[in-house]
């Protein structure tokens, strides 16, 4: 089955620094992946997903991530983070019927 | 308002009291999951469900019980809660977990602490 690590527990920024968050998954062939953020007492939301086609995702708030296959990564990017930022963010890869998920990056953005 | 919904939010109870956390979709999604959050451990799935009346077990499914008798509904139940369930549950649904291109939409969580 396939798995998901995340490097980094715990990232702590300034805001205006750039962030890099890590996360690979177990196997290749035809992936599904995704990053899910969770502000402070709120439920998962969506931030990007990618299926197939160009391996840059852009998603909501200004993040994007590279699908890098021959590295089995998605790492999540932000150029300029700011303090709205904060929150923990959870890679995860489709597997047939469920979606597995890392053990989330906790990142705080100081001002 | 497209959502996922669960009740209650947050819930104190006991060892060996039993207890239900409802779920709720009004998207006419056909899958729906339960998973538990604990820190550290990121989230693990509990049960899942593909349609009415399919139900299937996760990766951490002991002590719990779902029903799928409507397909908006997705009840969780602890028949006899015990401390180590302590942790945040979420719902989620998505359209149909077999398309490749689906998204799944969380629950608002339910706080659960057993004493």
């Known amino acids: 089955a396939q798995s998901v690590s995340q490097h980094n527990h715990h990232v702590i920024l300034s805001e205006a620094a750039s962030l890099e968050l890590g996360c690979n998954y177990s196997?290749?062939?035809?992936?599904?992946l995704f990053w899910y953020v969770q502000y402070p007492g709120q439920h998962l939301q969506l931030l990007l997903k990618?299926?197939?086609?160009?391996?840059l995702v852009k998603g909501i708030k200004g993040f994007e991530a590279e699908f890098i296959k021959s590295k089995f990564s998605f790492n999540l990017r932000k150029p300029s983070v700011q303090w709205s930022d904060t929150a923990e963010y959870f890679c995860?890869?489709?597997?047939?019927?469920?979606?597995?998920f890392g053990t989330g990056t906790r990142l705080q953005v100081f001002p | 308002e497209a959502q996922v919904t669960q009740n209650p939010r947050y819930l104190i109870t006991v060892t060996g009291k039993k207890l239900t956390v409802t779920c709720s979709q009004n998207?006419?999604?056909?899958?729906m999951s339960w998973y538990r959050q604990d820190p550290g451990l990121g989230l693990r799935q509990i049960y899942y469900?593909?349609?009415?009346?399919?139900?299937d077990k996760g990766d951490v499914p002991e002590g719990y019980k779902v029903s799928r008798k409507e397909k908006r509904n997705f009840p969780l139940i602890l028949e006899s809660p015990s401390p180590n369930q302590t942790s945040l549950y979420f719902c989620?649904?998505?359209?149909?977990?077999?398309?490749?291109?689906?998204?799944?939409?969380f629950g608002p969580g339910t706080r659960l602490t057993v004493l």
């Open positions: 995860a890869v489709k597997d047939t019927d469920k979606l597995i």
């Open positions: 196997y290749g062939g035809t992936v599904n």
């Open positions: 990618y299926f197939s086609g160009d391996p």
């Open positions: 989620a649904s998505s359209l149909s977990v077999t398309d490749y291109t689906d998204t799944q939409y």
């Open positions: 469900s593909m349609n009415v009346e399919v139900t």
């Open positions: 998207m006419n999604h056909e899958y």
